[in-house]
């Protein structure tokens, strides 16, 4: 038996320079961090005493004997692209699916850390993540960056940058005592909806050439926010900098907000919170706010039909939490 546990990811700023059509000509960069909610997958051996060659169990139960006949696209890539059947994989996560914070890649890298350490194997967390970014892109098709599997691989509060040449993931250097501030500061709300990141995110690849001046001010702003938590700044210039990077996010699709979420957004500043973004490629999922700690109350009853949810940082990426060979 076979358990790893990867946790989802907040991206603060620099999201859209990931994808290939800017970043392999311009260069890109993205600050986040990992938190502590995680994807869980549970992988073993499939006993032979069963009809199917493998089982998969996320939100419905497949069972069949060949791994074409998989739906789940990350489950059917991964296994093909690791050679492996005769399996049983169950998935539990501590946050919905399609919300925004790389839910689809932490079980990608989650998957493939078992499925090597089945089969006797180690990985590092930059291997690991190339690996996700691989069958995402390559073999699954989908229209997705390259920050969320790094993200989720690597873990910890870092500026992660993209090349041609390569990826890099470097530790943003921040006092404990500060860093414990800024994680004090932010909120978590779910918007209730979920949705499908590839379909908003194939509008925003291919209007890459119309939205290079936004673009381009978007990467600038991750070292002005790595500027801000290096420094003794006051760390309101942080939530001040989300709010900019929301306003120049939003008009990079027609699919990034709704009226709802904008709704949402206005209702939350009027309350008190200095500024905030939509995580993810948009459309929905989560909302993260900057809020000073005597106006998180406030902010809470104005958002009061919206889930809260509570998180701290996180460090360690995806892991192997329990390895266990059967006989």
């Known amino acids: 038996m076979i358990i790893t546990k990867t946790p989802y990811r907040i991206s603060f700023f620099g999201g859209g320079t990931d994808y290939r059509p800017y970043f392999e000509e311009f260069g890109g960069s993205v600050l986040s961090t990992t938190i502590n909610r995680y994807c869980y997958l549970f992988i073993r051996t499939l006993p032979p005493f069963f009809e199917h060659s493998i089982s998969a169990k996320y ?10 006949e998989l739906h789940h696209p990350s ?4 296994l093909r692209y690791m050679d492996v059947d005769d399996i049983s994989i169950s998935h539990d996560g501590d946050l919905p699916a399609r919300a925004g914070l790389a839910t689809s890649s932490a079980f990608t890298v989650g998957l493939l850390n078992g499925l090597h350490a089945l089969k ?5 967390q930059l291997s690991l993540a190339k690996e996700a970014i691989h069958v995402e892109q390559d073999l699954i098709k989908e229209n997705v960056g390259v920050q969320d599997q790094l993200a989720v691989a690597c ?6 940058c993209f090349t041609a040449e390569g990826y890099n993931v470097r530790p943003i250097i921040i006092h404990a005592d500060r860093k ?3 994680s ?3 909120m978590l709300f779910f918007t209730g909806v979920v949705r499908t990141a590839s379909e908003i995110a194939k509008e925003q690849i291919n209007g890459t050439k119309t939205k290079l001046n936004e673009l381009h001010e978007m990467s600038e702003m991750v070292q002005v926010g790595e500027d801000i938590l290096s420094s003794d700044t006051d760390l309101n210039e942080f939530g001040r900098l989300l709010n900019h990077t929301w306003e120049l996010k939003r008009s990079l699709s027609s699919k990034i907000t709704t009226s709802d979420i904008d709704a949402i957004y206005a209702k939350a500043i009027q309350s008190g919170a200095v500024g905030g973004k939509l995580l993810g490629a948009g459309g929905g999922g989560f909302l993260l706010f900057y809020v000073e700690k005597d106006k998180q109350e406030n902010v809470r009853k104005a958002l009061g039909q919206l889930l ?11 892991q192997v939490i329990h390895y266990t060979l059967e006989e």
């Open 308 to 318: 809260e949810v509570p998180f701290g940082f996180e460090n360690d990426g995806s």
């Open 155 to 160: 873990g910890g509060l870092n500026r992660i």
């Open 184 to 186: 004090d500061n932010l």
């Open 75 to 78: 489950v059917r890539e991964c």
């Open 180 to 182: 414990a501030n800024l």
């Open 120 to 124: 006797g194997e180690y990985i590092d």
């Open 59 to 68: 939100s419905v139960v497949e069972t069949v004997k060949e791994v074409d």
